[in-house]
């Protein structure tokens, strides 16, 4: 067993910890409370290669393996979880299905503007009643002569409605099969009439990510547009999951290691009874726990991803670091917040919105809940 990173991997980490301190931290604040999606970011984010970070280089990729992308979500989560989240779900949900599942041709198509930081690419699963339970999905896609015709809607699409957006991988209901639905994945660039997208507001945490709602009316593509096959519907989401699940634990593993040092220097600059609040046992034994459960979470991810690069089955772990990491997240934001007492709720101190942010996490690409459902099934068949 070997728990060090490679020079390479070291390498990533010190950079992109140096891009989030360097661009990102300073106006954080700012885009969480105008809730303002930054395409000056973004471009910045495609300049340091971080999008499509683990495509080969034809693709216009850099050929690294999981864990090098991991650690740069971890790494832009620790400052910012909206950053990262563009990041983690243009990678996992927008580029992976493309690169996975996409012929040759549209991988040409798509891949190499994709890797660029000047175009996103969203993943439409979930509907109004189609949450945790896929198969409720209302959105159909009938065979029409050589085209597709898509009628219905799809909800909180990460990265679906911003400028640079240029369409969506769309799960739909494509037929039917002795009364069961049959489910595939068709791609719908922006600008296709019938296509409309919607930015959702009001959001209380990754207020500076786009989320929107995707409205399909009568919506012609090209019977090229099938992602994989007819049928390959729920493949296509259940192994896209998989691997985004990777991204949320890499998201709640960095905003815990931020959370911790924040509470970290804030506690041991804070004076109360005479000496910093950090040295009054209680708090010191809560930096102590929080220390601890960041350990377990990295390696626990970490395992998957090698996992993953191994070719080996990864799902159990994935889940697993997926609840863990988001779990531990919410966990040690809260001890933060009370390490920093009064001034940890005003919006002046970046645990605040740590706070905040951690909250989608254990909700966001499979609940907690449904992460349980998914390692019961691993572990109790
Ligand atoms: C900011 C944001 C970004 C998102 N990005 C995307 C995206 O890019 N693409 C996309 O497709 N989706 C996206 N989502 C949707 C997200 O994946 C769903 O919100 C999530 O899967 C939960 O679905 P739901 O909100 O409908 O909750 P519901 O499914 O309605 O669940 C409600 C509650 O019931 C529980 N529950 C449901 N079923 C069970 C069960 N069988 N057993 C036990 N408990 C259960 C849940 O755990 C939860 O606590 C995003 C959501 C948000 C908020």
């Known amino acids: 067993m070997n728990f060090e990173l490679s020079e390479e991997q070291q390498m990533i980490r010190d950079t992109v910890r140096d891009f989030a301190e360097r661009e990102i931290k300073p106006v954080a604040q700012e885009l969480d409370e105008k809730a303002e999606f930054s395409y000056?970011?973004?471009?910045?984010?495609?300049?340091?290669?971080?999008?499509?970070?683990?495509?080969?280089?034809?693709?216009?990729?850099?050929?690294?393996?999981?864990?090098?992308y991991i650690i740069a979500v971890e790494e832009l989560a620790r400052i910012d979880s909206s950053q990262a989240a563009t990041l983690a779900?243009?990678?996992?949900?927008?580029?992976?299905?493309?690169y996975y599942y996409g012929t040759e041709e549209q991988k040409m198509k798509y891949l190499p503007q994709l890797c660029t930081g000047k175009a996103l690419w969203g993943f439409?699963?979930?509907?109004?009643?189609?949450?945790?339970?896929?198969?409720?999905?209302?959105?159909?896609?009938?065979?029409?002569g050589d085209e597709w015709v898509i009628d219905g809607s799809k909800i909180f699409i990460t990265n679906g409605s911003a400028d640079i957006n240029i369409g969506s991988a769309v799960q739909v209901v494509s037929g039917e099969?002795?009364?069961?639905?049959?489910?595939?994945?068709?791609?719908?660039?922006?600008?296709?009439?019938?296509?409309?997208?919607?930015?959702?507001?009001?959001?209380m945490m990754w207020r500076a990510s786009d989320t929107a709602e995707l409205y399909f009316d009568d919506c012609r593509v090209p019977k090229e547009?099938?992602?994989?096959?007819?049928g390959q519907g729920s493949k296509i989401m259940l192994s896209t999951l998989d691997n985004g699940r990777l991204s949320i634990g890499a998201m709640g593993l960095g905003l815990a290691q931020g959370a911790?040092?924040?509470?970290?220097?804030?506690?041991?600059?804070?004076?109360?009874?005479?000496?910093?609040?950090?040295?009054f046992q209680v708090n010191a034994f809560k930096l102590a726990d929080m220390a601890l459960k960041i350990e377990l979470a990295r390696n626990l991810l970490y395992k998957a991803c090698w996992l993953k690069d191994e070719g080996k089955p990864f799902g159990k772990e994935s889940a697993m670091a997926k609840l863990y990491c988001s779990e531990i997240a919410k966990e040690v934001a809260d001890e933060a917040v009370q390490i920093h007492g009064g001034y940890g709720l005003m919006k002046d101190y970046d645990i605040e919105r740590h706070y905040r942010d951690q909250r989608l996490l254990q909700i966001g690409e499979g609940t907690s809940e449904i992460q349980r459902l998914v390692i019961a099934r691993y572990v109790n068949s």
Do not use: W
């Open 40 to 68: 000056d970011i973004t471009a910045k984010m495609g300049e340091l290669g971080l999008f499509g970070m683990y495509l080969p280089e034809q693709y216009g990729g850099q050929g690294l393996d999981t864990l090098s």
């Open 89 to 98: 779900a243009h990678n996992s949900l927008g580029i992976g299905p493309l």
């Open 124 to 144: 439409g699963l979930t509907e109004a009643n189609a949450g945790s339970d896929s198969r409720g999905t209302k959105t159909t896609a009938k065979q029409d």
């Open 177 to 203: 099969e002795n009364g069961r639905k049959i489910f595939s994945t068709i791609l719908v660039d922006k600008g296709t009439p019938g296509f409309k997208t919607v930015t959702m507001h009001g959001k």
């Open 225 to 230: 547009n099938l992602l994989g096959e007819i």
């Open 260 to 279: 911790f040092e924040l509470a970290r220097d804030y506690g041991n600059e804070r004076k109360q009874f005479g000496k910093p609040v950090n040295q």
